[in-house]
Antibody, heavy 125, light 108 residues
Framework: QVQLVQSGAEVKKPGASVKVSCKAS????????INWVRQATGQGLEWMGW????????GYAQKFQGRVTITRNTSITMAYMELSSLRSEDTAVYYC??????????????????WGKGTTVTVSS | EIVLTQSPGTLSLSPGERATLSCRAS???????LVWYQQKPGQAPRFLIY???RRAIGIPDRFSGSGSGTDFTLTISRLEPEDFAVYYC?????????FGGGTKVEIK
């Protein structure tokens, strides 16, 4: 079945970087974009960016421009999200999610159909 | 950037009651790019509705979505115990995604 398995929890100091991985299985990795979304405790969902695993093209939310980098290794069907210059406000659960995009009768649809279980990143001195 | 505002913030209802959740966009959104998710504590979001009104595979027909332009609605016709959760709307446009702030449906 389609699965996204994320790496384990991380504890980082302010100013450090964190790299979270997302292992895809059960489908052709290069056929579906991957998005990253985070959620601080008790808060809503916050979109960070996307990546096309086939081309390596990426796009980032303006809030994270310059601090976030999404990459992939197609040979091992892995996606990565690296966030730098960490601060306490970056403490959150980070999710990867698969994008489904398809068209029916000239109407395009776009949604995140499968999510990883999340990786908790704690930033604390 | 399109801002999605969900209301109410919390909905207190009893099992068997009807839930109506609103998602309002700061500017017009393509209906085909309006999505709803459900999230329970400690879990990842679960994909419910896409294209504003099309149920994902395996989603019960008590869940329905409607709307267009700037106003969208998720309706749960008769709440089951497993439906008490937080619901988020999301839109996609110009290679950007935004989520609403969520509506918590709690047991009254």
């Amino acid at each position: 079945q389609v699965q996204l398995v994320q790496s384990g929890a991380e504890v980082k100091k302010p100013g450090a970087s964190v790299k979270v991985s997302c292992k895809a299985s059960g489908y052709t990795f290069t056929n579906y974009d991957i998005n990253w979304v985070r959620q601080a405790t008790g808060q809503g969902l916050e979109w960070m960016g996307w990546m096309n695993p086939n081309s390596g093209d990426t796009g980032y939310a303006q809030k994270f421009q310059g601090r976030v980098t999404i990459t992939r290794n197609t040979s091992i069907t892995m996606a990565y999200m690296e966030l730098s210059s960490l601060r306490s406000e970056d403490t959150a659960v980070y999710y990867c999610a698969r994008v489904v995009r398809w068209a029916l009768a000239s109407t395009d649809y776009y949604y995140l159909d499968v999510w990883g279980k999340g990786t908790t990143v704690t930033v604390s001195s | 950037e399109i801002v999605l505002t969900q209301s109410p913030g919390t909905l207190s209802l009893s099992p068997g009651e009807r839930a109506t959740l609103s998602c309002r966009a700061s500017q017009s959104v393509s209906s085909s790019y309006l999505v709803w998710y459900q999230q329970k504590p400690g879990q990842a979001p679960r994909f419910l509705i896409y294209g504003a009104s099309r149920r994902a595979i395996g989603i019960p027909d008590r869940f329905s979505g409607s709307g267009s332009g700037t106003d969208f609605t998720l309706t749960i016709s008769r709440l089951e115990p497993e439906d008490f959760a937080v619901y988020y709307c999301q839109q996609y446009g110009s290679s950007l995604l935004t989520f609403g702030g969520g509506t918590k449906v709690e047991i009254k």
